[in-house]
């Protein structure tokens, strides 16, 4: 069964550096999602991605935050300069269409730790 | 904005028994409601969705959910629990396309441990 991957599955990196998270979305899916989710806290939406251009945002992705499909497969997050908010478990999802109840398969996560 | 409440953080039932999940949304319009479930290393997968017709929704694993529009709850159920149900579960809710658009707003989960 297609699934969705995410690399590294854990990533602990100094505060002000940058980090790229990856994730490689089932292949014939149209539309791509990070979403996060702070230790104890619920899962939020970050952004949605179409057409290699960014579909929606959430107040959350601001000018840090940054996504890619730099290929045909992979879809990336980008964090400029991490700060230790960012702390947090980072999935990624995929859907084959954007419909309202179109399923959003997951990944497994990153968790990111920021020092 | 559409919100989801999950009151309960952590249920423990044991191994046989019946399991009730609670979920409750608020949404101005004609909800899209997801339950999924998380097991310890692994993404998070589909149980069950409602977006219309029969309020009584059947899912993957023996799992049902209830949507009440009345009570704005969808309530996750399964009559028996094996121990491999143990993991954590997440309701959603997803915005029409008037609305959020195509994102899901969680809530904050409920830890299931199962005794045996």
Redesign the interface.
Known sequence: EPEVTQTPSHQVTQMGQEVILRCVPISNHLYFYWYRQILGQKVEFLVSFYNNEISEKSEIFDDQFSVERPDGSNFTLKIRSTKLEDSAMYFCASSLDRGRVETQYFGPGTRLLVL | AQS?TQPDIHITVSEGASLELRCNYSYGATP?LFW?VQSP??????LL?Y?SGDTLVQGIKGFEAEFKRSQSSFNLRKPSVHWSDAAEY?C?V????TG??????????TQLKVEL
């Open positions: 989801v899209y999924y290393g692994q993404g998070l997968q589909l969705k977006f997440f959603a997803g915005a029409g396309l959020g658009g195509n994102k899901l707003t969680f809530g904050t989960g």
